[in-house]
Structure formats: structure tokens, C-alpha cells
């Protein structure tokens, strides 16, 4: 079964400082991979995906993500973070092939510290 | 629409009574997924349409639950016999099959259904 892990349930990082949201994997065939952020009282947005190509992926507000096949894993970065930031990242994986729904972690909270 | 629009946004019911739970996607998209996300966790799969039919509806959780989406547009989450351990927010999502947005689910703001 496809399935994601976050290994941590909080991050604390200072604001301008770089930030590091970790994420591994396990899937059957090749991981199709996602990245959502849920702001307090708001709906999960998207942030950023892999599918294939380049395993540095960009997405929206300065994220981005780095794919590892060796180690499994697909973790959420920023070079400089901001107050704004903080809120809860969700990692995903598409179910099996042919699938469309996807299987979400049990979410990082990631604090900015001012 | 602009977005995936979910009503209610808040439901209170008692223990046994039925709810539902309505789905409005964005115009166009193909694929309508529910799922249900309590606190402290990440979102549940529940069910997961491909125009009118049931794609995969392995995420519900018992013979309580059920969803339709009779004309591949507006969906409904019906939940029978509703338990305390029902309790969540329920989140529908939408997303196109074909494109760029391709596998991208937009999310509503979800139904946040407390059983009594």
C-alpha cells in the first residue's frame, strides 16, 4: 500500500532562518509526490508535486523539495523562512497506479519564530 | 464555481440521527474525493469519484456511510446512524484528470460535524 510518514510532529524554526519539513515514502512502482499547507481555519492549499524529472521541485510562496530515491524520501524546504509560514504541512502520496486519490501524512506543525 | 464550495460548514447532531453533508466542485473538474480529517490528524480517505461513479470507495469506513453524485457534479455524504466517534471535519476536494492540474486536488474549507 502507498503510504507517507512525518517523522516529526512539530518544527520550530527562527524567521530568516532556512527550514526543513521531512517526509519518507513507501510505494509500489514509481511515487507520484505532494506537498499541502492547512492554514488555521482554512482548506488544505497545494503547495508543490513530483511526478518525474528534475528532483528539485519549486512551488508556490518560495517552497520547494527535494526527491531522494535512495532514501525515500521527499522533504519540504525554504531557504529563509517567514512568520507567515507557520501553519500545518501535510506530505501525500497518489494511490496505486491508475488512482487519483491521495494518502496523506499525519501533518508537521512548523512554528516561525520572530 | 471558483472554488469547491462544502455545506454546512458546521452541523451539531445527536447520536443516531442522519446527516448530510453536501460537495460543490469546481466547474469542470472530473474527479470529486471526500475525506474526513479529525483533530490532530492528517486527512482520511474516504471515497473518490471519477464523473458519476465510485472510483474507489475503500476509505469509508462502514456500511453507515455512503455517497452519491448522481449527475458527475454535486456530490453528498450521507452518514447514517451517526456516532460520536463521527465527529471531524469532513473535506471535499475536486481536481481535473487531464493537464497540468492533473492529480492537484483543490480543497473546500470542509463540514465540521459534531455528533452529541
Known amino acids: 500500500a502507498q503510504s507517507v510518514a512525518q517523522p516529526e510532529d512539530q518544527v520550530n524554526v527562527a524567521e530568516g532562518n532556512p527550514l526543513t519539513v521531512k517526509c519518507t515514502y513507501s510505494?509500489?512502482?514509481?511515487?507520484?509526490l505532494f506537498w499541502y499547507v492547512q492554514y488555521p481555519n482554512r482548506g488544505l492549499q497545494f503547495l508543490l508535486k513530483?511526478?518525474?524529472?528534475?528532483?528539485l521541485v519549486k512551488g508556490s510562496y518560495g517552497f520547494e523539495a527535494e526527491f531522494n530515491k535512495s532514501q525515500t524520501s521527499f522533504h519540504l524546504k525554504k531557504p529563509s523562512a517567514l512568520v507567515s509560514d507557520s501553519a500545518l504541512y501535510f506530505c501525500?502520496?497518489?494511490?496505486?497506479?491508475?488512482?487519483?486519490?491521495?494518502?496523506f501524512g499525519t501533518g508537521t506543525r512548523l512554528t516561525v519564530i520572530p | 464555481g471558483a472554488g469547491v464550495s462544502q455545506t454546512p460548514s458546521n452541523k451539531v447532531t445527536e447520536k443516531g440521527k442522519y446527516v448530510e453533508l453536501r460537495c460543490d466542485p469546481i466547474?469542470?473538474?472530473?474527479?470529486l474525493y471526500w475525506y474526513r480529517q479529525s483533530l490532530g490528524q492528517g486527512p482520511e480517505f474516504l471515497i473518490y469519484?471519477?464523473?458519476?461513479?465510485?472510483?474507489?470507495d475503500s476509505g469509508l469506513p462502514n456500511d453507515r456511510f455512503f455517497a452519491v453524485r448522481p449527475e458527475g457534479s454535486v456530490s453528498t455524504l450521507k452518514i447514517q446512524r451517526t456516532e460520536r466517534g463521527d465527529s471531524a471535519v469532513y473535506l471535499c476536494?475536486?481536481?481535473?484528470?487531464?493537464?497540468?492540474?492533473?492529480?492537484?486536488?483543490?480543497f473546500g474549507a470542509g463540514s465540521r460535524l459534531t455528533v452529541l
Open positions: 476536494a475536486s481536481s481535473s484528470l487531464v493537464g497540468a492540474g492533473a492529480n492537484v486536488l483543490t
Open positions: 510505494v509500489s512502482g514509481n511515487p507520484y
Open positions: 513530483y511526478i518525474t524529472g528534475d528532483n
Open positions: 501525500a502520496v497518489r494511490g496505486l497506479t491508475g488512482a487519483n486519490n491521495l494518502f
Open positions: 466547474s469542470g473538474h472530473t474527479a
Open positions: 469519484f471519477q464523473g458519476t461513479g465510485a472510483a474507489d
